[in-house]
């Protein structure tokens, strides 16, 4: 469910992007606030949080998942942080 959510908010910064280019072609016009650098901003910022919704186990990224146990200098375990 998350990629899917992800997709259409990639679609959707993608789609701001193409009447941000296009959207005097075909007559659609933007309020004066969207104008400007603030709707690439707004389209590039939904595209990224898309991909990362998208790749569904970011903590990997970031990060070890699982951090060793130590008893004196040897690992014992391992705990999902």
Do not use: D, Q
């Amino acid at each position: 469910m998350k990629k899917m959510v992800g997709y259409v908010v990639m679609l959707l910064g993608v789609a701001f992007i193409l009447v941000k280019m296009f959207g005097s072609k075909f007559n659609i016009s933007l309020p004066e606030v969207l104008s400007g650098y603030i709707l690439w901003a707004v389209a590039g910022a939904l595209i990224v949080v898309g991909f990362f919704l998208t790749l569904g186990k970011t903590r990997k990224m970031f990060g070890a998942a699982e951090v060793p146990i130590y008893r004196g200098r040897e690992i014992i375990g391992y705990r999902r942080h």
